[in-house]
């Protein structure tokens, strides 16, 4: 009943447990003749790595991913090309400690799967959420990383824009910023209100949610596959699966149900290179499910971390009510790690349409 | 390019443009032995048809459905019982008036498809919009009514709950209200406000757009494939597919981003029956991509409709500047007839993942 | 239950029974800009058309194509341009003769879907076969003649080798020859044989088999999608799916069983226009799942029809012992007609193949 | 351009290359709650493996299988429980002499993938045939393992039934010789003269083709999902897909082209206990896509090993004539060791129509 794959032509299938040997995925599609080293990959890892601040997880895990099959080793052993075969990458899992979570082995976490994993499978591999836990991200940003490899002239990036109620300003957005602290927040001024924020939240042993933008800029005009493979639908069902997100919006979204047909339309000229104009881009760049060449924007709501310290009322698999309080190692934010796990799932649905588009004849065109 | 099919194992194929003979869907995978009159499905294409108030298009189709195969006709012609075998419906175009379009044939309206559509396919049915028409989800609402027989058990309804700024008052939510007036309004006191507001913007051949909230009682626990077919993905999918849609939330949505986990935390008990009894639904009756049992909850953002009588700035076809005002009979508010084809959407995704979990073999169990 | 589409990017869904009101085809993914007109489609129907011949099933059906959507007409309304939105094509059926069937309705034909259908669906067309009709495949004929203008340099023909132990001379191949008989023989000298085997089967009220080739010329070296997307594994797929078809062979297909590797090999040399020349074809165009760029050569075997006079020992629906004797209108070699619907199979899996490589990015290139 | 996943519910991703580090396959939507020991997958695999025989390639691999993921171990660790969630399985390459294949890196084996890997990728890992090696099929056994747990009441059993142009004699086939001898041949007289054969063959370097006969008792009637997911046509797909082979029959196959209607009707009567009773099974199980309820029944002919010692004609990548003769420990006749892989594509395609009748909520029902 699980179906752990995505895409159409640039196909990714995930697998691997929290507290497994192992995680991993197959990228099946990616085309010949793209070179790439293990940094490529492995720098993307890192940036959704645990334990990089106190307002992450600090569950440590080295996170070092192998590249199994797919590819061709140069010879010198440092570059690898691709081959057309399915690229097969897996991450060990290094840092488990399974006693953590017995106390909760019957348990069910208010907001969490618990309960509805053991409703559908009638088992469930508790240790750490197991499948259901943000730890199969990163075989998702693995997967963002070969995406891009397909695309590259298409640039991706991610920005935290609220936490709690604490918005970023959006007249200060400096992508410049968004490496510079903990937060991925592309606003320095809003960066102490967080640090401030989060820090309460994690001493209090609580949670809080958060939303994430993420922005592709470089895609042509035309990718998408109307009407059941809109561009923007694939984005948002890529989205909408990651662990905790609770909402998806395109360009501006649920903004766009306040304002009049002329406010919201996107008005052209032709520019002076000769090429269409967009004067704004409400449209996030897709209409009628097709990208318009204008810069892909999209935003997702991610909730608060259901695992906290504050006891709550719940009930477990015996039919008894009990009170939980999740111990273990967790994400204040989980937010925060959500960024490039975003950018990732951004990558794979544009590499998806590009392919599909441009075809894989072996070699890009 | 196109990819005109949804669904895993309940399937539909929507095909046909708003000004071609005719449109229809194929609804494949539907089990055999449910049995339906032509008016179980007319009557849910009756709430979407046009020309029913002046706050919607004034075009007029009979919207009549036939039903072409995949039944066998009772011996008194009147019900249909389906065989298992695909579904062909289909509703003739009867009221094209191709020559409101000729003067937009080669102009793009901004915040519309016609760019895109010509920067894909570099070919275009202007007329009505073609395949990017509104009109289609005339098919969707069919395969919609097909999708209500499979989960009889389910109840899906669908209100509006904003018009640009106008929102519900929540604590008069009233699903009776939905039917007494054009706008399937749960709240009596907010349609005035909105008949007042709608004729302004309709006066000014303007625009605007809205929030549709639909919600299915009655799904039972268990339903969705995760990672990469959970039923909250699914369902952002097919709401995301709907023309216009540029935001959708499962439960609390984006709300969810400003609140802590103990805010957030859905609390059970075990019910006096024995059952267990969520005290909240802030998932939206979804945990980990799995239904809970709690009814599912969904809302999506409807732009305002890109045809208006206000001139503005385009290009055409040839890369000249033009300003750009549509005539023809718009929807000042397309998100109302949304509602219909949100309820349909939300009842094509539980239908296949009913199936997903109990299977074809046949007949219902 | 049923799955009634097939093709990745070329897809194809077929839907109708053959005593419904019409049956027809959504062919989905045909890139835009294509023309042609009614006829170029309406010729490959008529090639299948029953009632041509004595050797063929007597129902008559005018079998006419109706195009309702993915086109835009031309001018004179003679031509149609394909949009790149789903075309759907429908045939009317116009003879059914239900009657015909009345006795039947309870009973198993042996060797026909009857006890199957009942077996699955516990409900079943029993008027012509209902949806394991060999009149389905009016639909894939229908949809192989869009494939066709996808890949117009590859010219697909088909033949009959074989009628009951009847085979044709190798030697007397001859293309030329195959619309010159109602068989779709190559071999002029094999028409008289069975014409007079056919004669002496159809008297008597039985039926034989039948073994079909179909060739594909002018197809590029590099399609198909290894491993699980092999060409060569599509086209069987393809060919199994038609009715009465019980085997499947590419290239010398069993034969390779009998012979050495040396024999085998197709050895290579360079040509005199600087292309790699194949000295042999024992592959069939096909090695490790991908096309060589010989010709495509596939042969599928066509059991007897079912539907004969002489009686045969069955049972009922309600489990008494009975004998089947099928009156009604049937092919004594449904192999016949059989030769269109294969090359409509191959020409959907060469297309689907050639737009996974080439992509569909609008105007093929 | 690769397509590495086959299967609807029961879905599995194949990756690896012959010299890569090592090759393994994803089997996602396995049920819940099966229990499994490691020797349960890794006695399958033991069929398979190279170096057993003389008969066979002396490549020695350990092959020895490790699950990575979808699993609960069990207290003692000796057994696993499936949880529903992917199921990782990973086989270590550790017997890799890449310095056999370096003289026929940029040659081209007649007969072999070598030259249209090369025409669609560009690129080619031609260490021991890379993907396009048997040794992928290392995978699909494992898979099959799975999937047999998923029909725990049908029997799949597979065995040799032609070497070159020897074939076994049919009133002699006994299930039990098939483990008796290296050939899987299942008439023991048989044995003696392919023995005799084989060496020669292999003694001169040369190699020949085999038929394999599958076969699956305990099917239930009701299986296969017309008309594009017919049984008969995944099984064919999946049979086709492996490596070298050139047909696939379904009961009586090709032969069913040269009898009547009479002798391939298989006649019912209903049994003493009340079920129906087919007389005979031309059909091999399997009637208008759907299972009878008869034993399942193909055969697929293997073409001989490509790889031979003899000098064959060819080019290089370069475009120069050359003569390629292989060396490395390649099998005489490959068809042996792909009954094992057979029967897992038919376990494989049986599991998954399975789940698709039965569907997946949990426990198998």
Do not use: F, K, N, Q
């Given at each position: 009943m699980s179906h752990n794959t995505f895409g159409h032509l640039f196909r990714v299938t995930t697998w691997g447990e929290s507290h497994g040997p192992a995680l991993g995925c197959v990228v099946d599609g990616c085309p010949p003749g793209l070179t790439f080293t293990l940094a490529d990959i492995q720098s993307f890892l890192d940036k959704r790595k645990p334990g990089q601040s106190r307002f992450v997880t600090q569950r440590r895990e080295a996170d070092e991913v192998k590249v199994l099959s797919g590819v061709f080793p140069s010879g010198d052993g440092e570059t690898y090309t691709t081959t057309g075969t399915p690229i097969s990458l897996m991450i060990e899992n290094t840092d488990q400690r399974s006693k953590d979570y017995g106390e909760i082995a019957q348990q069910y976490r208010p907001g969490h799967a618990d309960f509805t994993y053991d409703a559908k499978?009638?088992?469930?591999?508790y240790r750490g959420g197991g499948r259901s836990s943000a730890r199969e991200t990163a075989a998702r940003v693995a997967a963002g990383a070969v995406a891009r490899l397909v695309i590259p002239g298409v640039k991706i990036r991610g920005a935290l824009v609220q936490i709690g109620k604490h918005k970023i300003n959006r007249s200060r957005f400096d992508w410049d910023q968004v490496d510079q602290n903990p937060f991925f927040c592309p606003d320095a001024e809003t960066v102490p209100v967080w640090e401030a924020y989060l820090d309460e939240i994690r001493k209090a042993g609580s949670s809080v949610g958060a939303v994430v933008e993420v922005v592709a800029e470089?895609?042509?005009?035309?990718l998408g596959a109307p009407l059941y493979g809109k561009l923007d639908q694939d984005i948002a069902s890529l989205l909408m699966s990651i662990n905790a997100v609770k909402g998806v919006e395109i360009g501006n979204g649920f903004e766009a149900a306040e304002i009049t047909g002329e406010e919201n339309a996107d008005e052209m000229r032709m520019g002076n290179d000769g090429a269409p104009l967009f004067l704004s881009n409400h449209a996030g760049g897709i209409l009628g499910g097709i990208s318009t060449g204008q810069p892909v924007i999209a935003r997702f709501a991610v909730k608060p971390?259901?695992?906290?310290?504050t006891p709550r009322q719940s009930i477990d698999a015996s039919g008894h009510n009990v009170d939980v309080r999740t111990k273990g190692r967790?994400?204040?934010?989980?937010g925060i790690r959500a960024v490039p796990v975003g950018e990732a799932m951004l990558a794979c649905a544009i590499a998806d349409h590009y392919l599909r588009d441009r075809g894989q004849t072996g070699r890009l065109k």
């Open positions: 499978y009638g088992i469930r591999d470089g895609v042509p005009a035309g971390t259901s695992s906290i310290l967790h994400d204040p934010c989980v």
